[in-house]
């Protein structure tokens, strides 16, 4: 795979993870961010955290597969490195990072990585999700729907969701954060966001889950969900739930 010219947001994260799998033209973007908005490492690093805490609950309930949208590059404590008995079906909608992450996913028998439009699911590809999240539709599943909300408006968002949960089974959980409005007081953070970014008061998120039921840990500060020990003091720039599907 040659070497981008564009910088990718995955990669960029990857870089505030500490992992391997970026470039130098991710480093600079994110050199460049981290001017504007200081603390983007130890917010990512505890977004990330969060990922591993709602993981270990949704396998603690019993539930072996994964479907993982906006993934991202898959490594750095992402899903199949955290529930180690699963399979995982990683999907996103960037061709750079599709194939960064089949290249690293290339050995896994519990892991795939392919495309996936979150906003209509008939874009996975069928074989691969009857491979990796064998059961989808008849019996409960991990959604994993990180770092997507802020790229939807309310009505996408809310249709999008409402779709995955008549998709999935009854006992099925969804892992979702939402952007606070933190980045308002740093307007060149916000402007590298770009156009579609939307920041959202605390107060909006839970309408939008629509069917999707919080846990009773509610809708948090992502650091304050479940937190291993004391709360990382991080920013509150993500707030994250764990929500099931009912029966109905």
Request: overall charge negative; glycine content about 10%; cysteine-free.
């Given at each position: 795979m040659g070497e981008p010219d564009q910088p990718s947001t995955a990669r960029m994260i990857d870089f505030w993870l500490g992992g391997d799998h970026h470039f130098p033209v991710d480093v600079a973007a994110a050199t460049a961010f981290e001017?504007?908005?200081?603390p983007c490492a130890p917010v990512f690093r505890e977004l990330r955290a969060f990922l591993g805490r709602a993981v270990r609950a949704i396998a603690g309930q019993g539930v072996d597969g994964f479907l993982v949208f906006g993934a991202g590059v898959p490594t750095m404590g992402n899903v199949h490195e955290v529930a180690t008995d699963a399979t995982?079906?990683?999907?996103?909608?960037?061709?750079?990072?599709?194939?960064?992450g089949q290249r690293i996913l290339a050995g896994s028998d519990r892991a795939g990585y392919g495309y996936g439009d979150a906003?209509?699911?008939g874009t996975v590809d069928p074989a691969q999700l009857?491979?990796?999240?064998?059961?989808?539709?008849?019996?409960?599943?991990?959604?994993?729907?990180?770092g997507l909300a802020a790229f939807l408006d309310d009505d996408t968002?809310?249709?999008?969701?409402?779709?995955?949960?008549?998709a999935s089974a009854p006992g099925s959980m969804l892992a979702v954060d939402f952007d606070t409005e933190e980045l308002a007081g740093h307007p060149e953070a916000l402007a590298m966001m770009g156009p579609a970014f939307r920041m959202r008061p605390p107060a909006a998120f839970a309408p939008l889950l629509g069917?999707?039921?919080?846990?009773?840990?509610?809708?948090?500060?992502?650091?304050?969900?479940?937190?291993?020990?004391?709360?990382?003091?991080?920013?509150?720039?993500?707030?994250?739930?764990?929500?099931?599907?009912?029966?109905?």
């Open positions: 001017q504007a908005y200081g995982v079906l990683y999907t996103d909608v960037d061709p750079v990072t599709i194939r960064l906003t209509d699911i009857h491979r990796f999240v064998p059961g989808w539709g008849r019996r409960p599943v991990g959604v994993i729907f990180l968002l809310a249709r999008t969701l409402d779709e995955l949960y008549a069917r999707w039921a919080p846990t009773a840990d509610g809708i948090v500060p992502v650091s304050q969900w479940r937190p291993d020990g004391a709360p990382a003091p991080v920013p509150d720039a993500f707030q994250g739930a764990l929500a099931i599907r009912g029966a109905d």
